[in-house]
């Protein structure tokens, strides 16, 4: 039999009657292949006319996605929820395990919403982040590996400036030297080659992973939708702990050279012509844990200090200015970056000011209209507003890259970031609540008409009133 009709999709209620007819579509309720005849029938029974369906060139998509409507620990169909122990349970978990939980729910209900939950774009988000780190991880390997052979080859001129200045005697001593420098450089790459392997392994998951996520998203129904995302965020976990694991436990080499100090004088006695050193460094490598919460799991939040106890105490004081003269400054926004530069909106003019945290002026950066505050997201991203003109920007620290624009009906002022959450105040008394992507979550209605700047924590809001 040739493969293409081995791969054939075959109607399955067709089967029963021991017809051999090629599906059409595929039913993501009852997971099966339907011949035109039969999806029309499907659509015309009252239980089965509600049911999704997917052509089969999309079922390809998600056809060796692995999402277990089973129970592992009875056998059972999962078609329960338990909210307050976030599992998927079966008819037996119930009873079992789970009779005294007030809030079981039919999984059914618990998926109503998958596909446009919280916890999925959060899955996506975390794979998109995990991956952005392990491409760091990558470059900074890869750049570490490059230092190992600049390192290599300037020892080696080193080695060969001096083997000039001796007789013939030395070219044994100079290439045991050598060796020994190859060696050891060999090592270290090798290490550095082993945790490429693993960072480069884990982006292909994640990227496979990823395509997978956004197909089940797309094609399957809500059930494997909630299913496959809450089993995709045990992957993404498990995946993130596999590679801090292994960048924890790696080291950074340098290879330096001692020379003899005696080999210009007593070469005939001198018995090597070095020594090869190698010091094990912890690398600079910042892999971030991708932080995932799931949808019903609470998190003890740690009590915080008495601010009546807190003592402040003044650093360092240092005058802000611009490259360019005679520039109006009217600061509205500080923040401080991962790297501890501060970054600062001014809006009497178009670009915000980077200084160090000693005060040296780093850089003066452009941006596309006045801006008026300035929120940190991540070690990665930052999001700047721009007052009356009606939209904010999510940028990259590193480039100063818009990554994303987001526009609102009236002007945005003050914004902060929470938990994959943005908080911006925009019109009047009012605070707009909106994910990463843009898309809309809340409004809230204040108190106050003249506010300009917030700030927030897990499960608080702070606003200021110009007046």
């Not at 230092?147 to 030395?170: A, D, G």
């Not at 624009?405 to 914004?415: L, M």
């Amino acid at each position: 039999m040739s493969s293409s009709v081995q791969l054939r999709i075959l109607c399955s209620p067709c089967g029963y009657d021991h017809i051999t007819k090629e599906s059409r579509s595929w039913c993501t309720n009852c997971e099966e292949g339907l011949c035109e005849d039969c999806e029309n029938a499907h659509r015309k029974n009252k239980i089965t006319r509600n049911h999704q369906f997917i052509s089969i060139a999309d079922y390809r998509k998600i056809e060796h996605v692995s999402i277990s409507q089973v129970c592992e620990h009875h056998g059972e169909n999962l078609e329960w929820f338990c909210k307050n122990h976030d599992k998927a349970l079966c008819m037996v978990c119930v009873p079992s395990n789970h009779k005294s939980c007030a809030d079981v729910i039919s999984i059914s209900v618990a998926s109503k919403h998958a596909r446009q939950s919280t916890a999925l774009s959060d899955l996506v988000e975390s794979i998109d982040r995990t991956l952005s780190n392990i491409e760091q991880c990558i470059t900074n390997r890869d750049c570490a590996t490059k230092e190992i052979e600049k390192q290599e080859l300037e020892i080696k001129k080193i080695i060969l400036e001096m083997r000039k200045k001796v007789n013939t005697h030395l070219d044994k001593l100079e290439e045991k030297l050598i060796l020994e420098l190859e060696s050891n450089s060999r090592s270290c790459k090798s290490e550095y080659a082993k945790i490429l392997q693993k960072l480069k392994s884990a982006e292909e998951n994640l990227t496979k992973l990823r395509e997978q996520t956004l197909h089940i998203k797309q094609f399957s129904s809500d059930i494997q939708v909630f299913l496959g995302t809450y089993q995709g965020i045990r992957l993404i976990v498990s995946e993130t702990k596999s590679i801090t694991d292994s960048i924890d436990a790696s080291k950074d080499y340098e290879l330096k050279v001692d020379m003899n100090s005696r080999i210009t004088k007593l070469s005939k006695e001198v018995q090597a012509f070095g020594q090869i050193k190698v010091t094990e460094n912890t690398p600079n490598l910042d892999f971030r844990n991708t932080k995932i919460e799931q949808a019903q799991i609470g998190i003890t939040v740690p009590t915080s200090g008495n601010i009546s106890n807190k003592q402040l105490q003044l650093i360092k004081t240092f005058r802000i200015s611009m490259k360019e003269k005679n520039v109006e400054m009217n600061i509205t926004g500080c923040v401080m970056l991962s790297n501890g530069h501060f970054l600062m909106a001014n809006s009497a003019s178009k670009s915000l000011i980077e200084y160090s945290n000693t005060g040296e002026h780093i850089n003066d950066i452009p941006v596309s209209q006045f801006p008026c505050s300035i929120a940190v997201i991540d070690s990665y991203r930052i999001v700047v507003t721009y007052g009356s003109a009606s939209f904010l920007e999510i940028m990259n620290t590193d480039t100063f890259q818009v990554e994303k624009k987001i526009s609102f009906p009236k002007s945005c002022w003050g914004v902060s970031h929470q938990n994959g959450r943005l908080y911006v105040v925009s019109g009047i008394a009012t605070i707009q609540v909106l994910d990463l992507s843009g898309r809309q979550l809340e409004t809230l209605k204040i108190a106050s008409n003249r506010v300009i700047n917030l700030t927030s924590s897990k499960n608080m809001i702070f606003y200021t009133d110009c007046k």
